[in-house]
Structure formats: structure tokens, C-alpha cells
């Protein structure tokens, strides 16, 4: 049973952005953990775009996607070169000065001073810092309590930020690599990446099958690029679709709509989406993925204990993602797309190496960190509040 917050009781408050749909459905995921239990206050989520002007987000994500795409060169100089702690320390002062008009309109927004905040990204810990340090009307903002929740598989310092007195990570090097560089391993909670809890349903195949309208298939691939439906997925799509083989291939495109408009001549064994709700549900019925390595979908996968196929990582965060899940033996890479067809080719002749893909996947999952971590922001906004 929900409770519903006294009005007293100020509530956490988990911070999203808008690139791609990871982090807001990692903190929807959350939120929905926080609500199987009778809690003490609300879980609230901000995201940027509620609260900051649609032409600023419009043009942070345009801005975004541009360097990403365009220069991946240097994003990945960027990333490399900020890789140690205290690389950027000045930078992060001036950003947390520069962000104080993004931080009064967060306020604003939510109303109160939260007693304890969540950052996904470590641009909404420059966002939460510079709300809490040009709150002048709530005097207890500066007192209130930070922790950043990492959704990726590996640590970089710019995850790092002073006032932060908690971090959830996904993998034992990644509380190794904290501690390495001084943060006490109190401050540190293993709780894997939060995924929907709709991923324990124990629906059989032919039944999700037959929901969602597919028809049956001996072999199926599941080819997604996120959230924004990015990368080199055309191509792989059609040299999928071209291939001789008893296999159905269902593509996830996203929020890209022209991807989507040229991909939906494929043939009849091709299904193309658009963006979907109903990803736990394709991954239940599914043999193998293909994704780019993005660290929400890999935590999704892993819960589905859904073998993986890599390619078309974006420079910095999801090439450190494809190399650890690459050494963990939990996932291949693909090396070109045009690779793709004798790759699959090759898997389907070896149903044994499938299957062990799929064991080392779903070892790699932690499909109860949404509860998890659900139970830790309890416990820490208990504290906050004494």
C-alpha cells in the first residue's frame, strides 16, 4: 500500500537528464520499488526537462549528440583526460557557479529542499549542489544530502563530487576504484544499476508472445541503439534481414523516427518499434540482442539472462562499458556491421556457446537493485531528518 506524505515530511528527490531514456527509466524504476512499500514521504523525480527552458534542454542534447557523433575525437580526449580525481576540480567550482540559475529554477520546482537527493548523472550533482549552496529562503538546504547513483559499469571522477556521502555501483572494481581514490567504503553500496521490477515477471514465452501480437519464431534477434536509436543499426538490420536463416528480427528504434520510417520495409520477418514500454517483454522473448552498451540496458538484459552482441559504443563512458563486459566474457563485440551476418551465422550453429552466454549474462545481473536501492534512500533520508 502507498502512503501519502504528510505534509511535513519533505520528500527525496531523484535527478534525471534527458539523454536518451536511461536514467529516467532508471529512476522510474526506482520510484516503483519505492512504492511497494509503506514508506515515511514521497520519492519525487526531477527531470531537466520540467524544470529548465525547452530551448536550453533542446539545445544541451543537440549540443550533446553533435560532439558524440561528429567528434567523438574529442569526447573521448575529454574523457580520457578528466579521468583522474581532482583533473577538473576548478572546472566543477565554475560549473556549480554557472549553474546557479538552473539550480533556483530545481528549487522552484520541487518546492522545499529535499533532505537527501539522488544524482544519475553527474550533471544533475552540479545541478543539486547549485541548488543546495543559493538556497537563501530554506536554511536547511545546505544541510541536506547527496548521493549519485552510477548507471554505468565502470567508475570515472567525474561521477566524484565533494558532498556526496553515498554511491551506488554495479560491480565490486567499481567500489575498489572509489575507495582507491579516498572515498571511505562506507560511503559505498553494491546495489548493481536499478531496472524496471516488471523484469521478474514469470510470464511464459508463448504467452508474451501472443500479447504482443508476434508470431512464433525457432530464432529471434532483438537490435536496439537506445533510447535515441543511434548507431549503425540500419545496416546490421539489413544484413540481418538478408540472411538465409530461420530467424525473426524485431529492431527498437527509438525516438528516431526517420530510422523507423526506413527500416519498415524490411521484409515480413522484421518487426520495427518505435519507442517502447514493453522492452522487458521483447528481452523475454528473445535469444539474442544486439544493443550498443549502454549501461541501463545491459543491466536489463542481464536480469532477462539475454546474450549480447555489442557495437556502435559512443566514445568515453560506453567504450569503458563494451571493454569491461568484453573482459568479464558477459558479452561480444562486433567488430564492423558488415561482420554481423556470418557472426550470427556462426552463433546459430553453436546453440551451446548461446546458452553459456546467457548463464555468464545473467550472473552479471542484480535484477533487485531497484528495491535495493529503494530500501538505502529510506534508510539514508531517515538519517537526514533526525
Same mark, same amino acid.
Given at each position: 500500500?502507498?502512503?501519502?506524505?504528510?505534509?511535513?515530511?519533505?520528500?527525496?528527490?531523484?535527478?534525471?537528464?534527458?539523454?536518451?531514456?536511461?536514467?529516467?527509466?532508471?529512476?522510474?524504476?526506482?520510484?516503483?520499488?519505492?512504492?511497494?512499500?509503506?514508506?515515511?514521504?514521497?520519492?519525487?523525480?526531477?527531470?531537466?526537462?520540467?524544470?529548465?527552458?525547452?530551448?536550453?534542454?533542446?539545445?544541451?542534447?543537440?549540443?550533446?549528440?553533435?560532439?558524440?557523433?561528429?567528434?567523438?575525437?574529442?569526447?573521448?580526449?575529454?574523457?580520457?583526460?578528466?579521468?583522474?580525481?581532482?583533473?577538473?576540480?576548478?572546472?566543477?567550482?565554475?560549473?556549480?557557479?554557472?549553474?546557479?540559475?538552473?539550480?533556483?529554477?530545481?528549487?522552484?520546482?520541487?518546492?522545499?529542499?529535499?533532505?537527501?537527493?539522488?544524482?544519475?548523472?553527474?550533471?544533475?550533482?552540479?545541478?543539486?549542489?547549485?541548488?543546495?549552496?543559493?538556497?537563501?529562503?530554506?536554511?536547511?538546504?545546505?544541510?541536506?544530502?547527496?548521493?549519485?547513483?552510477?548507471?554505468?559499469?565502470?567508475?570515472?571522477?567525474?561521477?566524484?563530487?565533494?558532498?556526496?556521502?553515498?554511491?551506488?555501483?554495479?560491480?565490486?572494481?567499481?567500489?575498489?576504484?572509489?575507495?582507491?581514490?579516498?572515498?571511505?567504503?562506507?560511503?559505498?553500496?553494491?546495489?548493481?544499476?536499478?531496472?524496471?521490477?516488471?523484469?521478474?515477471?514469470?510470464?511464459?514465452?508463448?504467452? @508474451?508472445? +501472443?500479447? $504482443?501480437?508476434? %508470431? &512464433?519464431?525457432?530464432?529471434?534477434?532483438?537490435?536496439?541503439?537506445?533510447?535515441? /536509436?543511434?548507431?549503425?543499426?540500419?545496416?546490421?538490420?539489413?544484413?540481418?534481414?538478408?540472411?538465409?536463416?530461420?530467424?525473426?528480427?524485431?529492431?527498437?528504434?527509438?525516438?528516431?523516427?526517420?530510422?523507423?520510417?526506413?527500416?519498415?520495409?524490411?521484409?515480413?520477418?522484421?518487426?520495427?518499434?518505435?519507442?517502447?514500454?514493453?522492452?522487458?517483454?521483447?528481452?523475454?522473448?528473445?535469444?539474442?540482442?544486439?544493443?550498443?552498451?549502454?549501461?541501463?540496458?545491459?543491466?536489463?538484459?542481464?536480469?532477462?539472462?539475454?546474450?549480447?552482441?555489442?557495437?556502435?559504443?559512443?566514445?568515453?563512458?560506453?567504450?569503458?562499458?563494451?571493454?569491461?563486459?568484453?573482459?568479464?566474457?558477459?558479452?561480444?563485440?562486433?567488430?564492423?556491421?558488415?561482420?554481423?551476418?556470418?557472426? @550470427?551465422? +556462426?552463433? $546459430?550453429?553453436? %546453440? &551451446?556457446?548461446?546458452?553459456?552466454?546467457?548463464?555468464?549474462?545473467?550472473?552479471? /545481473?542484480?535484477?533487485?537493485?531497484?528495491?535495493?536501492?529503494?530500501?538505502?534512500?529510506?534508510?539514508?533520508?531517515?538519517?537526514?531528518?533526525?
Amino acid at each position: 500500500m502507498k502512503h501519502h506524505q504528510r505534509p511535513a515530511q519533505r520528500p527525496v528527490v531523484v535527478l534525471t537528464v534527458p539523454f536518451g531514456s536511461a536514467h529516467t527509466r532508471t529512476a522510474e524504476a526506482i520510484r516503483q520499488a519505492w512504492n511497494t512499500k509503506d514508506r515515511p514521504t514521497e520519492l519525487r523525480i526531477a527531470a531537466m526537462e520540467d524544470y529548465l527552458p525547452h530551448a536550453a534542454v533542446k539545445a544541451l542534447v543537440s549540443g550533446y549528440l553533435t560532439l558524440v557523433r561528429r567528434m567523438p575525437w574529442l569526447f573521448q580526449m575529454i574523457y580520457s583526460r578528466a579521468r583522474e580525481p581532482g583533473a577538473g576540480d576548478g572546472l566543477l567550482r565554475l560549473a556549480v557557479r554557472a549553474a546557479k540559475p538552473a539550480g533556483r529554477r530545481l528549487m522552484e520546482f520541487i518546492g522545499e529542499c529535499p533532505p537527501l537527493w539522488l544524482s544519475t548523472h553527474p550533471l544533475t550533482s552540479i545541478l543539486a549542489e547549485a541548488a543546495r549552496t543559493n538556497s537563501t529562503a530554506d536554511p536547511q538546504a545546505k544541510r541536506s544530502s547527496m548521493a549519485v547513483l552510477v548507471t554505468d559499469f565502470h567508475f570515472h571522477a567525474f561521477w566524484c563530487f565533494p558532498t556526496v556521502r553515498t554511491y551506488f555501483v554495479g560491480r565490486p572494481a567499481m567500489k575498489r576504484s572509489l575507495v582507491a581514490r579516498g572515498i571511505p567504503q562506507s560511503y559505498v553500496r553494491l546495489s548493481g544499476i536499478p531496472i524496471d521490477p516488471v523484469f521478474h515477471s514469470t510470464n511464459s514465452r508463448t504467452h @508474451i508472445e +501472443e500479447t $504482443l501480437g508476434l %508470431p &512464433r519464431a525457432n530464432f529471434r534477434i532483438l537490435l536496439m541503439g537506445g533510447g535515441l /536509436g543511434i548507431g549503425p543499426i540500419e545496416r546490421i538490420a539489413s544484413q540481418i534481414s538478408s540472411l538465409n536463416l530461420d530467424l525473426q528480427l524485431i529492431v527498437v528504434a527509438g525516438s528516431n523516427h526517420r530510422l523507423r520510417h526506413r527500416l519498415s520495409g524490411l521484409g515480413k520477418n522484421t518487426r520495427v518499434y518505435g519507442y517502447v514500454d514493453t522492452i522487458h517483454a521483447l528481452m523475454a522473448v528473445s535469444d539474442l540482442c544486439l544493443t550498443k552498451p549502454g549501461g541501463l540496458t545491459i543491466a536489463e538484459a542481464a536480469a532477462a539472462g539475454l546474450p549480447a552482441l555489442l557495437f556502435g559504443a559512443l566514445p568515453g563512458h560506453e567504450e569503458a562499458n563494451s571493454e569491461t563486459l568484453v573482459r568479464a566474457g558477459v558479452a561480444y563485440r562486433i567488430g564492423s556491421p558488415d561482420r554481423v551476418g556470418a557472426l @550470427i551465422t +556462426e552463433l $546459430l550453429k553453436r %546453440p &551451446r556457446l548461446l546458452k553459456k552466454m546467457g548463464r555468464r549474462m545473467a550472473r552479471f /545481473g542484480k535484477p533487485h537493485a531497484a528495491f535495493e536501492v529503494a530500501d538505502a534512500l529510506e534508510d539514508l533520508w531517515s538519517r537526514a531528518v533526525r
